[in-house]
């Protein structure tokens, strides 16, 4: 059974910057594409960021693009995501997943497992 934890999300004014760490356990998961999403109130959740499973491919959302970066770190099985200029629109619950496939996957029906979610709350 795999496991994802989430954390480093937390309260930042706009124009801030945060990095979220998702860590893995249970299987490696250095094989496999990861991703990103996340859920504002009152809203579907929504794609944010993928990564392959060398990271030599990326894929980004366009709300996001410039801004985010992810990025992994096999040897610790986990994957970040460093995010600068925060603004109040990236105010959410984010969450990491894991992808049986190949390649970066933005649809959520791509993705198998995925983590609890940490909170991240930009004000303005």
């Known amino acids: 059974q795999v496991q994802l934890v989430e954390s480093g999300g937390g309260l930042v004014q706009a124009g801030g910057s945060l990095r979220l760490s998702c860590a893995a356990s249970g299987r490696t998961l250095s094989r496999y594409p990861l991703g990103w999403f996340r859920q504002a109130p009152g809203k579907e959740r929504e794609f944010v960021a993928a990564i392959s499973w060398s990271g030599g491919s990326t894929y980004y959302a366009d709300s996001v693009k410039g801004r985010f970066t992810i990025s992994r770190d096999n040897a610790k099985n986990t994957v970040y995501l460093q995010m600068n200029s925060l603004n109040a629109e990236d105010t959410a619950v984010y969450f990491c997943?894991?992808?049986w496939g190949t390649g970066v996957k933005s649809q959520e029906s791509e993705y198998a497992y995925w983590g609890q979610g940490t909170q991240v709350t930009v004000s303005s």
């Open positions: 997943a894991v992808s």
